[in-house]
């Protein structure tokens, strides 16, 4: 069975930086995604950015374009995110998530096994 432990959030002011990391154990196989979603009360999870295994390909919502960086460590089986600049409208719960096969990244639906969430908040 897979697990995700998620790691690094926080509380930061607006403009600061933070890393999250997730950390996979458990698995068989390489995935072919690793996803980092978010969310917040009241609202349904949202697709902040995907690393593609196999080649490296990456990529971001519009919203975070430019400021989140994604990247992945086949030594360590661990995706880190990046986030810099961030701003009030960050603050939400980070979730990472694996994607067994290709398909649609931006959907959560697509996504097999989850983390339990790490609490990002940007203070303003």
């Known amino acids: 069975q897979v697990q995700l432990v998620e790691s690094g959030g926080g509380l930061v002011q607006a403009g600061g930086s933070l890393r999250l990391s997730c950390a996979a154990s458990?698995?068989?196989?390489?995935?072919?995604?690793t996803g980092w979603f978010r969310q917040v009360p009241g609202k349904e999870r949202e697709f902040v950015t995907a690393f593609m295994w196999s080649g490296g390909r990456t990529s971001y919502a519009d919203s975070v374009k430019g400021r989140f960086t994604i990247s992945g460590d086949r030594a360590k089986n661990t995706v880190y995110l990046q986030m810099n600049s961030l701003k009030p409208e960050d603050t939400a719960v980070y979730y990472c998530?694996?994607?067994?096969?290709?398909?649609?990244?931006?959907?959560?639906?697509?996504?097999?096994?989850w983390g339990q969430g790490t609490q990002v908040t940007v203070s303003s």
């Open positions: 458990g698995g068989t196989f390489r995935p072919y995604a």
């Open positions: 998530a694996e994607m067994l096969y290709s398909g649609n990244y931006y959907e959560s639906n697509e996504y097999r096994y």
